[in-house]
Every structure is written in C-alpha cells, then in structure tokens.
C-alpha cells in the first residue's frame, strides 16, 4: 500500500510530530529526527512505496542570495535564510529548524533513502518540503486561516473541521493540536505529489551543493 507521511519540524533536540495518512485515517506518532535517522519510524502496515514531506526548509539559498524563491513564493516565515554552514553557526533567526531541515533532507539524499522531489535518483520513495500554511491555501482557498500564534485554538478548529468535513479521521483522539493538524496537513502535502502539477508547486528545482553538504533551493509542494 503507497503510505504518505507528513512531519511537522521543530529542531534536532525536540520531537517531530508525524501524521501517516492511510486511505483517509491519520496515524500519529513522534520521533527526534537526526542526521543518522532523517525518517519516522514506520509503522508495521507500511510497505510499497512512500511519500514523505516535512515542514522545514530543505536547505540554502542559491550561491550569492540569502532568500529562496520557493519561501518568496509560499511566503513562509523563514525568508531570510544563512548562505552556509559557517553563517547558519550565528544565526538567530529559526535556527533550529533550519538546522534540522537542512540536516534531514542531506541525509537523505546522501544516504539515498528517499529522491528528493525535483533531483533524478532511482528510488521508488520520494522526500519534499511542506508549508502547512501553503497546502491550506492550495487546498481550500476559501479558508479564512487563524493565526496560529495569536488564535491557536481557532486555526485547529478550523483545520480540523475542514479534513472531517472532507472525510480525514483520526481515530486516536477527538481534537488535535496545533502541531499535530500541521503534520496531517504536511500528509496531505505528500499526497499532492502524485496528481499535482508543477505549476501548483512553490520555488524552483534543487540543487546540491556537494561542497557545503546541503541542498539549495528546491520546491514546496
């Protein structure tokens, strides 16, 4: 069965939160993501191929720039983002889950555990980046969408109505929180990869930079 995984990133020393989207019923787990183990566990059921996206930016700006044209595009919270490695050191900014991103999907390009969307490898499981907020507007474009910061409860109230409404479930609780309706939505994200076109996708194609052991740029499906 193809399985589809959304993970909502917080940095490599607290837990991700992960929704498995089978059929239309989300299965959730934690995990401490790393360098050594970029991917959530799997759960018994999963086989075949999978599909992975995760909310945190997969790596660095093109050579010279400090923003990348898929965060310009999504409008996500990270648009200024370090040139390297050596500047990532001092930044303030969403270091931690810049740090993380870019640690998970170089660990699984370089360990071929996955084909990062938009780079050629053979594989038959695919890795991409989300944007909670961006798979909210491509989705349901007539959401009005709480603030998460400001209105916590009302953004979950009105994510959530909106996958029950669609026919998600969740059978292992009644409501879920903030982190958990974003990695369900990162879920759907993955789920987009296999009927999306480009076009309804955000930045430009990755690159790698073998030198600095980091992707560059790269899509937001």
């Given at each position: 069965m193809t399985a589809f995984c959304g993970v909502d990133v917080g940095s490599?020393?607290?837990?991700?939160?992960?929704?498995w989207l089978r059929d239309q019923e989300f299965i959730l787990d934690l995990?401490?993501?790393?360098?050594?183990?970029?991917?959530?566990?799997?759960?018994?059921?999963?086989?075949?191929?999978?599909y992975f996206a995760f909310d945190?930016?997969?790596?660095?700006?093109?050579?010279?720039?400090?923003?990348?044209?898929?965060?310009?595009?999504?409008k996500t919270p990270t648009q200024a983002l370090p040139r390297n490695r050596t500047e990532l050191h001092t930044w303030k900014l969403y270091r931690g889950l810049i740090e993380a991103g870019m640690e998970i999907f170089w660990s699984i390009y370089e360990k071929r555990l996955a084909n990062i969307f938009g780079l050629d490898q053979s594989e038959q499981n695919w890795a991409a980046e989300a944007y909670p907020r961006y798979t909210l507007r491509q989705w349901w474009p007539d959401l009005r969408i709480p603030s998460k910061k400001n209105e916590p409860s009302a953004y979950v109230d009105a994510v959530w109505s909106r996958l029950q409404k669609e026919g998600y479930r969740?059978?292992?609780?009644?409501?879920?929180?903030?982190?958990?309706?974003?990695?369900?939505?990162?879920?759907?994200?993955?789920?987009?990869?296999?009927?999306?076109?480009?076009?309804?996708?955000?930045?430009?194609?990755?690159?790698?930079?073998?030198?600095?052991?980091?992707?560059?740029?790269?899509?937001i499906v």
């Open positions: 490599l020393r607290t837990p991700a939160y992960v929704a995990y401490i993501p790393s360098g050594e183990n970029p991917l959530p566990p799997f759960p018994a059921w999963v086989e075949g191929r999978l945190a930016p997969q790596g660095l700006p093109a050579d010279g720039r400090n923003v990348r044209k898929a965060d310009q595009d999504a969740c059978p292992s609780l009644l409501r879920p929180t903030v982190d958990q309706v974003d990695a369900m939505l990162c879920a759907l994200a993955a789920l987009s990869i296999t009927f999306c076109a480009k076009r309804e996708f955000a930045g430009s194609a990755p690159l790698v930079d073998e030198k600095e052991r980091v992707l560059r740029e790269g899509w």
